[in-house]
């Protein structure tokens, strides 16, 4: 039994908010690397005093390979105050692509007909030239399971690891339904916000959920809606 005396506490974290973001009535960002606004690099560093205050550190951070979630792992390390500055970028967790609605309306992009069809399909509605929410679930739960949960080489020796995931906001919602085997109906339905933290436990027992969408840090309310536009 690999995970006996394993134990690995894991921080999913959202990006903050992205020029993409910060255009309302889009389906998805023109630009899909967009950078982060100056909002966005102020919240990812009220995350990181966050972590600060609390004196939470990290044994492993990792980060999508687009921009904007480089930005923010960039400036949370500056809040935390963080002297090893060192992350691992990952493309495997980068968002949903679906080139075909980057920078189209969202009237135009969400008609009656695509709603239904969204709903009928589920995890396996495919976007006008991008892939499904189970083809990113596919890649972004491989990497997980390959490199943190069934890594025989990483939970072959009694430890306990605390890890910091920064990337978006569906890809997310894909590895939380993988976690916690909700209805697929609800995917859409989980509120990710800007630099939110989710957290969870994996050890021997198995998952553990411990919070969603945390962004007190911002000392604002979660809208708890779902963002097109990631």
């Not at 904007?68 to 390390?77: G, L, P």
């Not at 006008?128 to 890649?139: A, C, F």
């Not at 995917?187 to 969408?213: A, E, H, M, P, Q």
């Amino acid at each position: 039994m690999i995970h006996k005396d394993f134990n690995c506490e894991i921080y999913f974290i959202r990006h903050g908010q992205s020029e993409s973001n910060a255009t309302p009535g889009l389906a998805a960002g023109a630009n899909f690397d967009a950078p982060l606004t100056e909002i966005g690099h102020q919240q990812a560093k009220l995350l990181g005093k966050r972590f600060k205050t609390d004196n939470v550190n990290f044994d492993k951070v990792y980060s999508s390979t687009l921009i904007r979630a480089i930005q923010t792992t960039e400036n949370m390390f500056m809040g935390m105050e963080r002297t090893d500055s060192s992350f691992e970028k990952v493309p495997d967790i980068i968002e949903q692509q679906i080139a075909g609605w980057r920078g189209v309306p969202n009237e135009e992009a969400f008609s009656d007909e695509t709603m239904i069809h969204m709903l009928e399909k589920g995890r396996d509605f495919v976007g006008p030239d991008g892939e499904s929410i189970r083809e990113v679930q596919k890649r972004a739960t491989n990497w997980l399971e390959d490199e943190l949960i069934y890594n025989r080489k990483l939970c072959q020796d009694p430890k306990s690891l605390r890890i910091a995931i920064i990337g978006h906001g569906n890809t997310m919602r894909s590895i939380f339904h993988y976690i916690m085997g909700f209805d697929q109906r609800l995917i859409y339905k989980i509120g990710v916000d800007n630099t939110s933290v989710s957290r969870f436990i994996f050890n021997s027992k198995g998952w553990s959920v411990l919070c969603l969408n945390d962004s007190s840090h911002l000392k604002t309310k979660s809208s708890g809606t779902f963002e097109t536009r990631v």
